[in-house]
């Protein structure tokens, strides 16, 4: 699964514990977040859009936060 969306990308790092692989989108000038299409992740993905996710608020942020530092690493 791959995504642009760092909160997307923090939630399912916050709910399944998987780190992402980063890779740069050229023609965009962004980071887009690859994970593993296993059913946890695809899961949590869902749920995170259905508004069903309950994560605590920090762990999300701090989630979030080692998400942009790594973007910010990356480039």
């Known amino acids: 699964m791959r995504t642009e ?16 692989t ?3 989108t050229p023609s965009r000038h ?4 690859t994970f593993p299409d296993d059913a946890p ?8 859009a259905s508004g069903e ?3 605590s608020a920090k762990h ?3 989630c979030r936060s ?7 690493g990356a480039r």
Do not use: C, E, N
């Not at 969306?5 to 992402?20: C, E, F, K, N, R």
């Not at 962004?30 to 977040?33: E, V």
């Open 53 to 55: 996710l309950v994560i």
């Open 5 to 20: 969306d760092i909160d997307l990308a923090a939630a399912i790092v916050a709910s399944t514990g998987h780190q992402p």
């Open 66 to 72: 080692m998400l942009y530092r790594q973007m910010r």
């Open 41 to 48: 992740i695809m899961a949590a993905a869902a749920r995170f």
């Open 22 to 24: 980063l890779s740069k």
């Open 60 to 62: 999300l942020l701090s």
């Open 30 to 33: 962004l980071q887009t977040f």
